[in-house]
T-cell receptor
Framework: DGGITQSPKYLFRKEGQNVTLSCEQN?????MYWYRQDPGQGLRLIYY???????QKGDIAEGYSVSREKKESFPLTVTSAQKNPTAFYLC???????????FGSGTRLTVV | GQQVMQIPQYQHVQEGEDFTTYCNSS?????IQWYKQRPGGHPVFLIQ?????EVKKQKRLTFQFGEAKKNSSLHITATQTTDVGTYFC??????????????FGQGTILTVHP
């Protein structure tokens, strides 16, 4: 079945450590996105990529970095510069159709 | 950038009652999408509306796009406990061959009491 896989589902890290969240899709979508969701809040866009080897900052890119070396993969690194990294991170992909975005099941990051 | 306001922020209903959530934009939208996120889950795409005055139905769900393409609504008839979740109406800045990006508001959190 086609879809998006995010791993791990839960992640715990100590403050000051960088951490990389994985996102892989086999939907052959060109565009991929990273969103952050805090409890009871909507989704805020961190970074997005519309083509391999290219990506753009979203609304809250500070303290995050991404890469897009392959069409299928769009990993997100949460750096120690991110002030409040504890959140639910959602990866999505989309194609040029009216089928909307497909979201992964998310990674819950807790920094202690 | 474009923003959408969604009301109400919270809605509590008894099972069997109807429910409606509204999205309003100050600017004309090219399209609007609707997503549902179950508690603890991820957003799932429900539908996209593109045409002025468009009405689409999915079983007990009715989606409308306003004539001026500045507002949209989702109406659920006879709610069930499976309807519990947060409903979002993100807007896209996509056009032509651009994928664009979706901007999400806070959504409407629906709880259904059995």
């Amino acid at each position: 079945d086609g879809g998006i896989t995010q791993s791990p589902k839960y992640l715990f890290r100590k403050e000051g450590q960088n951490v990389t969240l994985s996102c892989e899709q086999n939907l052959n979508h060109d565009a991929m996105y990273w969103y952050r969701q805090d409890p009871g809040q909507g989704l805020r866009l961190i970074y997005y990529s519309q083509i391999v080897n290219d990506f753009q900052k979203g609304d809250i890119a500070e303290g995050y970095s991404v890469s897009r070396e392959k069409k299928e993969s769009f990993p997100l690194t949460v750096t120690s510069a991110q002030k409040n990294p504890t959140a639910f991170y959602l990866c999505a992909s989309g194609g040029l159709t009216n089928y909307g975005y497909t979201f992964g099941s998310g990674t819950r990051l807790t920094v202690v | 950038g474009q923003q959408v306001m969604q009301i109400p922020q919270y809605q509590h209903v008894q099972e069997g009652e109807d429910f409606t959530t509204y999205c309003n934009s100050s600017t004309t939208l090219s399209n609007i999408q609707w997503y549902k996120q179950r508690p603890g889950g991820h957003p799932v795409f429900l539908i996209q509306l593109v045409k002025s005055g468009e009405v689409k139905k999915q079983k007990r769900l009715t989606f409308q796009f306003g004539e001026a393409k500045k507002n949209s609504s989702l109406h659920i008839t006879a709610t069930q406990t499976t309807d519990v979740g947060t409903y979002f109406c993100p807007i896209s800045n996509a056009g032509g061959t651009s994928y664009g990006k979706l901007t999400f508001g806070q959504g409407t959190i629906l709880t259904v009491h059995p």
